[in-house]
């Protein structure tokens, strides 16, 4: 049987793989403490549903958010990507509330379209090509369980880069792509979760317990 100070350290092991302060957090991002307090409840559980260390791993935030833990998908792994800000396989506690932040009702929507922006261009080139644009279209049609043709999902992609690409390059630069969503605000629309305005301690099972509608999620 382990000891009280066993498990004493073993809490406090965890605690220290990427923790930040609560009040530190709060004061870098659209949350109060209370409201990162609420997301470390949540985070608690996502981190702990498979490998029980601190912090989520990719299998564990597959299976939070798109309900698969070894199904590929484009989508949610580029997602993972976005929110493993140090680029260490794994999220942090810093890192989710940090990245969590984008999609709060009151981040400035320059972030929301950039952060659009590099969920698309899955090369980090600082360009959405073709194929990246074509990869995303058929993933965000799979996650909607919807079906079209070769000739529409092509037809889809040359209309976008049609009015996207504003210098002829055969691809869409950031800049381009903020004229892009400008004219079609829709395309970041996805960026923002009004439950994020009023966290609670009951959000994190509000989260856990209710099934994310597609148009919830980002794509």
């Known amino acids: 049987m382990k000891s009280i100070t066993s498990c004493f350290c073993l809490s406090k092991a965890k605690q220290a793989a990427g923790f930040d302060n609560h009040a530190v957090l709060a004061s870098e991002t659209a949350f109060n403490v209370n409201e990162v307090e609420a997301l470390h409840s949540l985070f608690e559980q996502l981190s702990s549903s498979i490998i029980d260390d601190g912090r989520i791993h990719k299998e564990e935030f597959l299976l939070a958010l798109f309900n698969c833990s070894?199904?590929?998908?484009?989508?949610?792994?580029?997602?993972?990507?976005?929110?493993?800000?140090?680029?260490?396989?794994?999220?942090?506690?810093?890192?989710?509330?940090r990245t969590l932040n984008i999609f709060h009702p009151d981040t400035a929507q320059q972030d929301k379209i950039a952060f659009a922006f590099n969920l698309y261009d899955l090369g980090h080139t600082g360009y959405i090509e073709r194929e990246e644009l074509k990869d995303m279209v058929l993933a965000t049609l799979r996650e909607s369980e919807l079906s079209l043709s070769e000739d529409d999902v092509e037809a889809i992609v040359d209309k976008t880069l049609q009015e996207a690409d504003l210098n002829g390059d055969g691809k869409i630069d950031l800049e381009e792509w903020k004229h892009l969503v400008a004219k079609y605000p829709s395309l970041t629309k996805n960026m923002t979760l009004?439950?994020?305005?009023?966290?609670?301690?009951?959000?994190?099972?509000?989260?856990?317990?209710?099934?994310?509608?597609?148009?919830?999620?980002?794509?």
Do not use: Q, W
């Open 194 to 219: 009004p439950h994020l305005r009023e966290i609670t301690l009951a959000f994190p099972n509000f989260v856990m317990e209710t099934k994310v509608v597609d148009s919830e999620l980002v794509c």
């Open 70 to 97: 070894n199904t590929k998908n484009i989508l949610a792994e580029r997602l993972f990507t976005l929110f493993d800000l140090k680029k260490n396989g794994v999220i942090e506690f810093g890192e989710f509330v």
